[in-house]
């Protein structure tokens, strides 16, 4: 995997094409932002799964923590075991269930802590764990999201069985939000009555912690900006770390900065004739003279096909829009009204120039998707650059010290 740690002349050749370019200085402003929401009892999660949805795992990770964040929130079991072999030490939570002996030996050695999702699922864990150790395990509840957890009803039953169980520690009692991010909060607010009722029922008090309870969390980005009843010990923040809302009725709280910009060059430019075609299947055909450049990025990059003849592009610090049909590797601009545009040029497709910006929700709202989606969308062929004046703490000479949290 790319990564941001080599050597100068890589970083240059990096941009050679097209790239993704990480703002770390900006990454670490959204942290301090979200952090000044939280109260004392309050720590920040920085969910980093998919990559980092497409920002690059390690390098935020490693941003975020020096930022302020102490947990790290993974899907999947690699995710987890990619950050550990970067050295990164703080606890990492995998929040995709993991039921197999191989995943729970992998758990264990690279001390991950799982999310246990049901019954059977802690039973699994604790035959198949070290005797030695008590693995520090999260428990998830269904409060209304219909994904993962055991039913809200069913919690006091849960919890007293993995209590009793050897060999796991409960570390947390979580639960997910299906509609933080709903301008009606009736159903963010039966979750969150549903989730305290339960943890009620099995002798705790999600608003009086003590030392020996476990931790408690419910919030994604959208409850974290909807108010601090919801925040508990811990917030699980996403969305809002890489800069973007999550609804438009949430941009009032805190001043974010997108961390993540799209950039290519012109590969080359040419003069085209009234009534010529642009591009498979000629869905564009010019009806004036025409100034076109062609950029070094396609979809196979990630630019989602649909937005040909739909999307708009920076050149020069103006907009300007794109023509014909989106290719694989390679997509056209009209850029008529900029003559002086040259080969080599940097063009920015999701980002700023000047005034000028381009966002994952314009993005969003031309395909009819969300801006989480957008930002998954970047392959790997495209390099992800830092740039901002942060840098990440290096990691550290010996292993990996165990997050003390049972
Ligand atoms: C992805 C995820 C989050 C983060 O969601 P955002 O809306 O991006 O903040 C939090 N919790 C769980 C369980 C998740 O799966």
Known sequence: MLS?????????????????????AALSDNVQQILSLLSPRTELMAVVKADAYGHGAVTVSQTALQAGATWLGVATIPEGIELREAGIA??????????????????????????LCT???????????????????HIKLDTGMSRLGTAWQEAVEFVQLVQRLPNLAIASIYSHLATADDLDPTVLRQQ???YEAALCACGFDPHAPTPTSPRFHLANSAATLVDSSLHYDLVRTGL????????????????????LQVKAR????????????????YKFICDRKTHLAVIGIGYADGIPRNLSNKMTALVHGQRVPQIGAITMDQLML?????PAVQEGDVVTLLGHEGNQQISADDWAGLLGTISWEILCSFKHRLPRVAVGNVRPIPPPISGISRPSDA
Do not use: C, F
């Open 4 to 24: 941001w740690e080599q050597s100068p002349s890589v970083a240059l050749m990096q941009r050679e094409r097209a790239w993704v370019e990480i703002d770390l």
């Open 90 to 115: 703080a606890p990492i939570l995998v929040l995709g269930a993991t039921h197999t002996a191989e995943q729970i030996r992998a758990i264990a050695h690279w001390q991950l802590q799982p999310t």
């Open 119 to 137: 019954p059977k699922q802690a039973l699994v864990y604790s035959e198949a764990v070290d005797h030695r150790a008590s693995l520090p395990v």
């Open 192 to 194: 969150q009555q549903r």
């Open 240 to 259: 809002i770390l890489y800069g973007l809302y999550p609804a438009d009725h949430l941009k009032d709280r805190v001043n974010l900065k997108p961390v």
């Open 266 to 281: 012109v590969t080359q430019v040419k003069m085209l004739r009234p009534g010529t075609g642009v591009s498979y299947g």
């Open 334 to 338: 009209d850029v008529s009204q900029i």
